[in-house]
């Protein structure tokens, strides 16, 4: 990629360039901000750009021998906020000419994505990193205690041990990012000519007696050209270009489980290297037959929103909903996407709700190379920090080609300590950037939730190649870390509910032990494995997760001497409601403690007097559910699985669906053992385990819990195994009948996603998310 250096003078912005070229990236121009001469200043109180040093800049362009465009610092810093929007005279508008005059000079100029390599870096391995690479930058200012005049024209290779011991008295910054110091390059392995210093003062800022303020200033400098000795040809094969994380230790151990897997199901299967060739992952047996006119509106469910005070919820929905639509089909996926997203637009209206307020989105298309066109339509719903999203393909039924729901959270219920969301688009040694309209994470009202994530490697947004599930899994859960560490969520502890999308149901075993490596033993979190049709860039697996963000809530409320603390006055909380920074290890864990729960029901084969193929006269269980749940007040996740056990009878008509490109499976075949009937026994197995750990959870009089039962359920996601269930149009009106014997109310969003397999020979699986009793600091020291 062709790339504009945009510099300062520092040491970062020139260590950066070189991990760029590193990364084979080809820098074809630079680009600086400089005050303007009439203001007479060496720096200006700039939010966002070091001035300090101007007068080196424009020696870099025969540095490096490529043209450099610079421009006047006009603007001020008017926007702060980490939510940057178009202002006028804001000094960002200066660095938006200054890329935009460079782009018309340039038009090789591929995208300006911003390239970051140091994001997120240990600062101590990176200042020595930076020297050891030959980055000959001197200090030119000082502005910390322990730092003085005499330090100003040293090397950061001289300064490292002596910043190392500040950074340990006095916790300065040790790379300076907090002003303490500013350095100029007058060298590194990139430049063609040195700068060398002739003559330079002292200018003292603000003498201070504990943190004098001082600068260089430099009277007269010169180029010389590098001698062979001085030009290392051979320094992008000496830099560091895979920086060591704590996330970095699970990838190892990860590969050698499931390469592990993968041999144990190639022996027992026979199948090598070679993919097996299933109905699971061939397509699925409820597409309609080409002369069979379409049903643009389906029998859809009651059960569409969700809306409380709190978290709410829009259910799965899709453009054909209106019947304003009657037989018209959408010719392009980017109108279908528009039409679709105003439906959802549409249900937030109605209950007060903005896309603002949307904190995360799940978007099924049912062909994965729409996913360009899809991004294109969709980004336009949103600003500048959209929500995260998983984004997976799947075979929806009708022809629809988009199916969208997602979850809002109110933003006035969580004053003083609003929605915060991690949108990094810069590529980098740390995580993957976005590669669409979504941000990596959003916390608010006890929930993380994250990005689903696949395999990339963070510094080149690629999969690795030549393409390796073992790989894919250890990346994909290394980034999912980084972003959980990134937004202090404890991804171990912490993890409410999982799901692993794999494009092809041979990997199931692998991915169910990679998570198992990394999860929390004694509090395991619900996992549920899919198999979808595909995922974005061809990836292999996908992660999607959703946790309890931990932070305990303190409602304001008075209190008397009775209660055991001053009146009016609590433990740690300012007299204002919001979120406390301790979490639950102070504030008795045991009150509120994390109640996983698994729990198994049978189904035994009614006796028939005519059994067929698949149904012998035996009290075998047909079928059965596995149900989990994981509790932390007052977040609530559960996933029930309907799946056929090895022993049954139904295990046979399985492996029947396993076949041959060559064969095809009957519809009669399916539609023998999954009638509606059938299908109606599932969901209402599953709906009974729902409910049992609902009432497991119910709030006591004092203290957390689910005070409703399904009345505190936000959604639920019901999966279908589309080869196995020949009429997809039922599963809505059947969940509403037998939902309505349990509930009055129709307050919940339901979901449907047709998969092309579940682990474990599952047939259905529902997820639900819950949000009961909120606890409070006060509510736990009185419980």
């Not at 860039?537 to 992660?543: G, T």
């Not at 009429?727 to 109310?745: M, R, V």
């Amino acid at each position: 990629m062709k790339i504009l250096g945009l510099i300062s003078g520092g040491k970062d912005s020139f260590y950066n360039l070189m991990q760029c070229v590193a990364q084979g990236h080809e820098l074809v121009a630079l680009g600086n901000l400089h005050p303007a001469p009439q203001d007479k200043k060496d720096e200006l109180d700039s939010y966002m750009y070091q001035t300090v040093g101007h007068d080196v800049v424009h020696l870099y362009k025969d540095c490096l021998d490529v043209p450099l465009y610079r421009r006047e610092i006009s603007g001020k810093p008017i926007e702060q906020g980490s939510d940057y929007v178009v202002t006028a005279q804001d000094e960002t508008e200066d660095l938006y000419e200054l890329l935009k005059g460079a782009k018309e000079a340039h038009p090789e100029l591929q995208g300006l994505v911003t390239l970051a390599y140091l994001w997120q870096r240990n600062q101590e391995e990176l200042l020595n990193e930076m020297a050891q690479a030959g980055v000959n930058a001197i200090l030119i200012k000082v502005a910390a205690i322990g730092l003085k005049q005499q330090h100003l024209g040293r090397s950061i290779e001289d300064m490292y041990p002596y910043l190392c011991q500040m950074n340990q008295e006095y916790d300065l910054h040790i790379c300076g990012e907090g002003g303490e110091f500013e350095t100029i390059t007058l060298d590194c392995p990139l430049f063609k000519r040195k700068i060398v210093v002739d003559e330079s003062e002292i200018v003292i800022h603000a003498d201070d007696h504990f943190a004098q303020v001082a600068y260089l200033r430099f009277k007269k400098l010169h180029l010389e050209n590098k001698t062979v000795h001085e030009m290392n040809p051979a320094w992008i094969s000496e830099m560091g270009l895979n920086p060591v994380w704590d996330a970095d230790a699970i990838m190892a151990p990860i590969e050698d489980i499931v390469r592990s897997k993968q041999r144990v199901c190639e022996a027992k299967d026979g199948t090598g290297d070679q993919e097996r060739s299933t109905i699971n992952d061939q397509g699925q047996l409820n597409h309609r037959d080409n002369n069979q006119e379409d049903t643009l509106v389906s029998s859809r469910s009651k059960f569409t929103t969700h809306e409380s005070d709190i978290v709410c919820a829009i259910g799965g929905t899709i453009a054909y909903e209106s019947p304003s639509f009657g037989e018209k089909r959408l010719l392009s996926i980017a109108d279908e996407t528009t039409a679709c997203l105003q439906n959802v637009q549409t249900k937030l209206e109605k209950i007060q709700l903005s896309w603002a307020e949307v904190v995360f989105m799940q978007v099924f298309v049912s062909d994965m190379r729409d996913f360009g066109a899809v991004n294109g339509a969709y980004k336009a719903f949103f600003g500048i920090n959209p929500p995260p999203r998983a984004c997976v393909g799947a075979h929806l039924p009708d022809s629809t080609r988009i199916q969208v729901s997602c979850t809002a959270i109110r933003k006035e219920v969580t004053s003083p300590k609003p929605r915060r969301t991690l949108h990094v688009q810069g590529m980098s040694y740390w995580a993957p950037a976005n590669i669409g309209p979504y941000s990596q994470a959003t916390e608010q009202a006890y929930h993380s939730f994250i990005a689903g994530q696949i395999g990339m490697i963070p510094c080149t947004l690629d999969l690795p190649n030549p393409s390796s599930l073992a790989k894919e899994t250890a990346w994909s859960l290394r980034n999912l870390s980084q972003i959980a560490t990134l937004r202090e969520s404890d991804l171990v502890n912490r993890t409410a509910l999982c799901i692993a999308y794999v494009n092809s149901s041979d990997h199931f075993a692998s991915v169910i032990a990679a998570w198992g490596h990394i999860e929390n033993k004694k509090t395991p979190a619900p996992v549920l494995a899919i198999c979808m049709p595909s995922l974005p860039k061809s990836a292999q697996v996908e992660w999607q997760a959703i946790l309890h963000y931990g932070k305990v809530y303190a409602v304001k409320e008075q209190y008397t001497k009775e209660n055991g603390v001053e009146e009016g006055i609590w433990p740690n909380n300012g007299g204002q409601d919001g979120y406390e920074t301790d979490d639950d290890d102070i504030y008795e864990l045991g009150k509120r403690e994390l109640h996983p729960t698994a729990l198994s029901l049978l189904h035994e084969q009614p006796p028939s007097s005519s059994p067929n193929q698949y149904q012998a006269a035996t009290t075998t269980p047909q079928w059965k559910s596995r149900t989990q749940s994981w509790f932390l007040a007052p977040l609530l996740m559960a996933l029930s699985v309907i799946h056929v056990p090895e022993t049954s009878s139904l295990s046979s008509m399985f492996s029947s669906l396993s076949m041959s490109s060559e064969r095809t499976a009957s519809s009669q075949d399916v539609n023998n053992t999954f009638t509606k009937d059938t299908l109606k026994d599932m969901i209402t197995m599953i709906i009974k385990a729902m409910g049992q750990i609902l009432g497991s959870h119910k709030a006591p009089a004092a203290g957390p819990g689910v005070e409703g039962g399904w009345e505190d359920v936000i959604g639920l996601t019901l999966y279908y195994c589309g080869a196995l269930v020949q009429q997809p149009e039922c599963l809505g009106p059947t969940l509403d009948e037998l939902l309505s014997q349990f509930t009055t109310t129709s307050n919940i969003a339901a979901t449907f996603v047709p998969v092309q397999a579940i682990a474990d020979q599952g047939v259905l699986a529902m997820t639900i998310h819950a949000v009961g009793k909120m606890p409070t600091i006060p509510g736990l020291l009185q419980a």
